[in-house]
């Protein structure tokens, strides 16, 4: 029997909770986990995780999609190998002292750039006559240099017959995406990779791992840029609503010696409203809030509406549907907190700032790079209006 195994723990420094936190409108582990059960090799695919929070959230995405996810099953870790400093064996170790099967692919979720094939590539490499274990690699073709008694010396090309790209070999570096070995070899020698090993290549573009935020916004274009079906983008909107605080601002409340409230709004989202305004879309902002600053900026921008000291933004949505008469799957709403959350859930197309609440991301459709009050609305109207 072949199995996967996707270690994730909760205690990721670089990006808190970056194994659920969302890309692409899904958690980070979801990708690999897609991949993985897609993989007809594989027989059953494990996440292993000390995080209950993790848990919940990955059984959730299992109940939503059932059938996809049918060979996915939860199992626990030790603490001792949820540390900062505890190997990626010592899970996979773990594992197979509790667990019989005949053949391991450890995945890693911070490469969801991985595809069901290249898994399937590894397995079949894995049959060929003499193979112990599979590594996942990419081809880079740069020119490498060392530094030698301070002067640098290339390492893999003569500076005087320089090749041209498509006549350069160029050389294979390790992605982390996946490895495979058998339970027979990883018990035996303790490590991942053994004996006779064989690189599987995957595209470049899966050089990039997410460990840094950084690599973050890269990675997440990488991946709507090879599958244009996950900018998803709603058809015949009839109306753009939006939350105030947390999305048309930072969401800070600023006071002057004399008392007054201030808020700061980000001048591009004007556009945003008037680039919706010329498609003859119908705008508004729905807030909890009653105050007369958040109505002279809905009359700056010329909105159609605003709806103050709103409890229930849903109700409100549904009873200006009703008097437009359109349906809420023409609605697209941009909301940040949990009383957004049923909104950005219910309607057509729900959105949010990069800094919204977590369980508002994970229900979001689209989830903007910018934060509230960074010209969250202007991103969103240019993804809405893009040419597909």
Avoid at 33 to 44: G, S
Avoid at 78 to 105: G, K, P, R
Avoid at 199 to 228: C, G, H, Q, T, Y
Avoid at 229 to 245: A, E, G, H, K, Q
Wanted: proline content about 4%; hydrophobic content about 35%; some cysteine.
């Amino acid at each position: 029997m072949n199995i996967a195994l996707i270690p994730v723990r909760g205690g990721s420094k670089s990006i808190p909770m970056k194994n659920i936190k969302p890309i692409c409108g899904k958690p980070l582990v979801y990708w690999t986990a897609k991949a993985a059960c897609q993989c007809p090799q594989i027989d059953r695919v494990y996440i292993s995780t000390e995080s209950q929070e993790i848990k919940q959230v990955v059984e959730q995405f299992q109940a939503k999609e059932p059938q996809l996810f049918s060979k996915l099953e939860v199992v626990g870790r030790s603490e001792e190998t949820a540390t900062d400093t505890a190997s990626t064996e010592s899970v996979m170790l773990e594992f197979a002292q509790q667990h019989e099967f005949e053949n391991i692919a450890l995945v890693q979720a911070t490469s969801p750039l991985l595809s069901s094939q290249d898994l399937t590539n590894g397995f079949q490499a894995l049959q060929t006559d003499g193979t112990d274990s599979i590594v996942s690699v990419v081809r880079q073709k740069r020119f490498q240099w060392k530094v030698n008694n301070g002067f640098a010396l290339p390492t893999n090309y003569d500076v005087f017959q320089r090749p041209r790209r498509q006549e350069f070999e160029g050389y294979l570096v390790e992605n982390g995406a996946f490895y495979i070995c058998s339970r027979e070899d990883l018990l035996r020698t303790q490590n991942r990779v053994s004996g006779k090993i064989k690189a599987v290549e995957m595209d470049e573009d899966s050089f990039f791992e997410v460990d840094e935020p950084r690599d973050w916004a890269i990675v997440e274009a990488l991946m709507r840029k090879n599958n244009p079906v996950l900018i998803r983008r709603p058809s015949n909107i009839r109306m753009f609503l939006t939350d105030c605080d947390g999305c048309l601002t930072d969401g800070g409340m600023y006071y002057s010696e004399r008392g007054d409230e201030l808020k700061k709004f980000n001048t591009r989202d004007g556009m945003g409203f008037g680039m919706l305004r010329e498609k003859g879309i119908i705008t508004g902002i729905i807030t909890s809030e009653e105050v007369e600053l958040n109505q002279r900026r809905a009359d700056k921008l010329r909105l159609d509406f605003l709806e103050s000291g709103c409890k229930d933004k849903l109700a409100a949505i549904q009873k200006r549907c009703e008097k437009y008469g359109i349906s809420l799957e023409q609605v697209v709403y941009v909301g940040d907190d949990i009383n957004d959350l049923e909104a950005v859930r219910t309607v057509g197309y729900g959105c949010c700032p990069s800094d919204a609440m977590p369980c508002v991301q994970q229900a979001a459709d689209y989830i903007a790079s910018a934060k509230g009050g960074q010209g969250v609305i202007r991103e969103i109207v240019e993804q809405l209006l893009e040419e597909p």
